[in-house]
């Protein structure tokens, strides 16, 4: 129940309006998920009671942490975490997986959740090939047919022959507005 109270709800306000004041933008519901993370944690690691752990709660230094990690992010500096390679300039899986989301809009009937489940699941699929070239703990997963990677990219080029209109956003948005469908921001 910590969203339900008004010590919650002035939490995330003042909280958007510190990352507002650091220029960094994330969703209502993206810090409400962290102040109620981090209460909580206050809480059980004190054993206290919810209500008493607000006396910690500090926006401005949450809001600070905040756009340390957007900054993290943005400029790739976090290291440690492992990243799947990101395909090469122009390629030809990234064309398929972009080209088949106005379809799948359309298909859908405009259901934004079933696409972008079908776009992350392709894109998964693929950074994983891709990323098994290179994986020496990959080499006895890959089956008796294996992955070639470089295979794969010729037949999937074979498929889509006009793949680099794909990464042309004007061409994407045209094909995407052609649905019916539009993405807008309210």
């Known amino acids: ?26 969703t209502p519901a993206t810090v409400e998920d962290t102040i109620e993370r981090n209460v909580q944690a206050v809480a059980n690691q004190l054993r206290i009671q919810v209500r008493s752990a607000w006396r910690y709660f500090d926006a401005s230094a949450l809001a600070d942490s905040l756009a340390q990690s957007v900054r993290e992010f943005e400029d790739g500096t976090d290291e440690e975490v492992g990243q799947a390679p990101l395909p090469p300039q122009g390629n030809p899986e990234l064309a398929l997986i ?10 859908t009937g405009g259901d934004l959740y079933a696409v972008i489940i079908n776009v992350a699941v392709n894109a998964w699929m693929a950074g994983h090939i891709h990323g098994e070239d290179g994986c020496q703990g990959c080499d006895g997963s890959r089956g008796p047919s294996g992955h070639d990677w470089e295979a794969r990219m010729r037949t999937l080029t074979q498929m889509q022959p006009d793949i680099t209109k794909w990464f042309d956003r004007d061409v994407w948005t045209s094909a995407l507005n052609s649905t019916g469908f539009t993405v807008t921001r309210h």
């Open 98 to 107: 972009l080209a088949g989301v106005p379809d799948a809009l359309a298909q």
């Open 1 to 26: 129940m910590v969203r339900n109270t008004k010590a919650f709800k002035e939490a995330v306000a003042q909280t958007l309006a510190e990352l507002a004041r650091r220029g960094v933008t994330l």
